[in-house]
């Protein structure tokens, strides 16, 4: 199993699925997600901070609030974990990002 796997599972799947396949018209798919794809050094920032604007995924427009996880106390490992996960299984990449990456885009989270 991924490291990040039991994290998403744990964190992110009751939202955006086990595949991450989203829920209809609330929740935004990250499999193959092109918004997401395309903004990945905002994830952590999302993570931690939350996102509340609307947001276009793969041509349809989704504008539901995304809460911040920092109450449940989501560290810099296992975001990376996550973020990682997230690369492989949704978004077809090989990039891997280190808990320093995680620091530095909280650093630049507007």
């Not at 920032?45 to 509340?52: E, P, S, T, V």
């Not at 041509?59 to 109450?71: L, Q, S």
């Not at 449940?72 to 891997?96: C, P």
Request: overall charge negative; glycine content about 6%.
């Amino acid at each position: 199993m991924h490291p990040g796997q039991a994290g998403y599972k744990t964190n992110c799947a009751q939202c955006h699925g086990e595949n991450g396949e989203g829920i209809k018209s609330l929740v935004p798919p990250l499999n193959h997600a092109d918004f997401a794809a395309k903004n990945i050094d905002s994830i952590p920032c999302w993570l931690k901070f939350g996102l509340n604007h609307p947001i276009r995924v793969n041509d349809t427009v989704f504008d539901g609030t995304m809460y911040p996880f920092d109450t449940l106390r989501l560290d810099e490992v296992q975001i990376a974990n996550i973020v990682n996960f997230m690369n492989k299984e949704y978004f077809n990449s090989d990039r891997e990002v280190n808990p320093q990456w995680v620091r530095d885009q909280w650093k630049a989270c507007k």
